[in-house]
């Protein structure tokens, strides 16, 4: 399967800020997606990463707050803006092919203080 | 829509009991069905996964059978180990391009 590189694994950023998380695949992938799993519990999709246009946004997520971008068929990016304590949460980036099914990164732990 | 039910946890078991976490789906065709895996401050693995009715996956001795009938697949194990203790997931996926949807996740603790 295709293998993703998460960074970072973790940060502890000050509110206000913005951090943001970088996935690269190490082959070319399909679809690119990002998740939010807050502290115990399930994983809930921000967005599709869409390779050359805008990310396509679940309800309740906004492109100002997490901005995406997908420059090409190997990475993606993640920003977290203006960051708040309620988005202390572990951030994950996944992506399918047709060769590799579903693949995830290890994962970005964000502590906002 | 497309969704995920799995059973509440938490589960504790001792070592070489036998696991069941029922999961059951609602979804349009035909999905494919997953199993994921979250070790304590890991991120998730592919345990298992099946894409089609009667499907078996298995996987380190786990096992979860597609039952279109019942729109179940539940995990088993036959014999737990302590270094099984993880968060599970349950997961569908609509076609190859869609994102997985989650079900809440069952934690697993093995004691000794």
């Known amino acids: 399967s295709a293998v993703i590189s998460q960074k970072p694994s973790r940060d502890i950023c000050q509110r206000g800020t913005s951090l943001t998380i970088q996935c690269q695949v190490d082959s070319q992938v399909t679809m690119m997606f990002w998740y939010r799993q807050q502290p115990g519990q399930s994983l809930t999709l921000i967005a599709t990463?869409?390779?050359?246009?805008?990310?396509?946004?679940e309800s309740g997520f906004v492109i100002d707050k997490f901005p995406i971008s997908r420059p090409n068929l190997t990475f993606s990016t993640l920003t977290v803006s203006n960051m708040s304590p309620e988005d202390s949460s572990i951030y994950l980036c996944?992506?399918?092919?047709?060769?590799?099914?579903?693949?995830f990164g290890s994962g970005t732990r964000l502590t906002v203080v | 829509g497309n969704s995920v039910t799995q059973m509440e946890g938490p589960v504790t078991l001792s070592e070489e009991a036998f696991l069941t976490i029922n999961c059951t789906y609602t979804a349009t065709g035909y999905p494919s069905l997953f199993w994921y895996v979250q070790y304590p401050g890991e991120g998730l693995q592919l345990l298992l996964k099946a894409t089609k009715a009667d499907d078996k996956g298995s996987n380190k001795g786990f096992e979860a059978t597609y039952r279109k009938e019942t729109t179940s697949f539940h995990l088993e194990k036959g014999s737990v180990q302590v270094s099984d203790s993880a968060v599970y997931f349950c997961?569908?996926?609509?076609?190859?391009?869609?994102?997985?949807?989650f079900g809440k996740g069952t934690r697993l603790s093995v004691i000794a």
């Open positions: 996944s992506a399918t092919g047709v060769l590799y099914g579903y693949t």
């Open positions: 990463a869409n390779q050359g246009s805008e990310a396509t946004y």
């Open positions: 997961a569908l996926s609509p076609s190859g391009n869609t994102p997985l949807v």
